[in-house]
């Protein structure tokens, strides 16, 4: 096999699967990560995959579900990122959540031991030696200054760009259990032994809610720099305040929804409940789900603490916010994710415009089969686009609009039609739609592994 490394700058869940999709294929790898010399706004650690935000790689339903669908996928296809999912996973309903501690220092572990990975703890300032002739670029939502500038020059594009929020994590001895319970939504999980209780809930009655919201809204907030208030945020990850300020009842039909869960003491249901989830494989600490916020810290603590439950809470982690930036992927990638201004250059994971922790690192798998592939003298057609690698792969290289690109989930508008029919021959939909999709998706995964080995025969 070729002795030249593969280069790959970050460290992250997509770098990291890049990496280890590479390696496993026979091939070096070198991984570049600057941390911990060069720190990030977001970063806590200077471990390997670290996870930043919530500890939550989200449903883990391969039959209904999109990102469980591309779990499976992953899986099939050896990826460590699930691997130490599966290995860390903590209560969490039908969600798959992990002890993020213990997730990042075994990706990293896995990293360090395999004998074709080196890792370079540095920064690669600007763009990569020209003598680097297969580097994927990962650096994730938070790049450098120096690679960021690099790549608008070289691309002649503004990088896009929006802000993401961090949400507080609790300590679980600080939770007021004779007020909050154990309940997942609608018991999910409940046909697993001692499961469908993974998730604290603190209920709000209608006055305590909207004393809440007019809190929220009033509460002072981190102000941003001149060049960042035009800044989008993710729909899929607003501030909480930022939700309130769309009408009061808002947070209660989204991530405060009392739908699916009874309160223990009443019977019955109420108006407004947070939710907490497990965040370490203690069960010392848990995450508000939902809850990121771009408060100040003083009054995150004074806010949060009105939440019934959370009263005498003591926050392990208060809420954060900064920015990212991700490239106009479908005007600037080419299929495989090289750069089209320089094809040595391939990108992967949050950068593209992917979004979420599980979308980050398919896309690392995929960029380190095409550059390992691409290394080897041999042809990696991308998988089909009726898979959910392949899907969004497709949204990101091309499917979607290049004007009015932003950073997207994986999830079933991304796949093309199935021509489905039940019994009496009408076209199937919903739920049944979505299971003839994954099995679809499951079939054509599989043949398209098989097809493209990760190891050269």
Not at 183 to 206: L, W
Not at 345 to 355: D, K, M, S, Y
Request: proline share 6%.
């Amino acid at each position: 096999m070729n002795s030249t490394p593969i280069h790959i700058i970050g460290g992250g869940l997509a770098g990291s699967e890049a990496a280890w999709q590479i390696a496993e294929a026979g091939l070096p790898v070198v991984i570049h990560e600057m941390r911990p010399h060069r720190a990030t706004e977001a970063h806590k650690t200077a471990g390997l995959a670290e996870l930043v935000c919530s500890n939550s790689f989200r449903s883990d339903d391969p039959d209904y579900n999109a990102v469980g669908l591309l779990h499976a996928e992953m899986r099939r296809a050896g990826s460590l990122i699930l691997k130490a999912a599966d290995a860390h996973r903590v209560p969490a309903g039908s969600a798959l959540a992990v002890d993020r501690d213990g997730f990042s220092a075994t990706v990293e572990q896995a990293l360090t031991a395999h004998p074709r990975i080196n890792i370079d703890r540095a920064e690669v300032a600007g763009l990569p030696p020209e003598a680097w002739d297969s580097v994927i670029v990962a650096t994730g939502p938070l790049t450098s200054p120096a690679l960021s500038s690099a790549l608008r020059a070289l691309t002649g594009e503004d990088a896009l760009a929006f802000f993401d929020a961090i949400a507080p994590i609790v300590h679980r001895e600080s939770i007021n259990m004779d007020i909050a319970w154990f309940q997942s939504r609608y018991d999910k999980g409940a046909e697993v032994e001692g499961g469908g209780a993974d998730y604290i809930n603190c209920p709000m009655d209608k006055a305590q809610y909207e004393s809440f919201i007019a809190a929220l809204i009033a509460g002072e907030k981190t102000q941003f720099k001149d060049w960042e208030k035009d800044t989008p945020y993710f729909e899929g990850c607003l501030p909480i305040e930022v939700m309130a300020e769309r009408g009061v009842e808002t947070l209660a039909h989204g991530p405060m929804k009392p739908v699916g869960l009874t309160n223990p003491r009443t019977g019955g249901r109420s108006h407004a409940i947070v939710q907490l989830r497990q965040d370490n494989a203690l069960g010392t600490l848990f995450n508000m789900v939902g809850f990121q916020t771009k408060l100040k810290h003083g009054e995150q603590v004074r806010i949060f603490k009105m939440i019934p439950g959370l009263e005498n809470a003591e926050f392990a982690r208060l809420g954060g916010i900064h920015r990212n930036t991700f490239i106009n992927s479908p005007k600037l990638l080419d299929g495989t994710l090289r750069l089209k201004a320089m094809p040595r250059l391939r990108f992967a994971g949050q950068i593209t415009g992917c979004e979420g922790y599980v979308e980050s690192a398919a896309v690392g798998l995929m960029a380190g089969r095409f550059a390992a592939a691409e290394r080897a003298g041999r042809t990696q057609a991308p998988p089909p686009n009726t898979t959910a690698l392949g899907a969004i792969l497709g949204h990101i290289t091309g499917g979607a609009d290049a004007t009015t690109f932003q950073p997207m989930n994986v999830n079933f508008g991304l796949f093309p039609e199935i021509d489905a029919r039940d019994g009496k021959g009408r076209p199937i939909r919903g739920r049944d739609r979505k299971k003839a999709l994954s099995e679809r998706a499951l079939a054509d995964i599989d043949r398209w592994l098989g097809k493209t080995p990760l190891a050269a025969e």
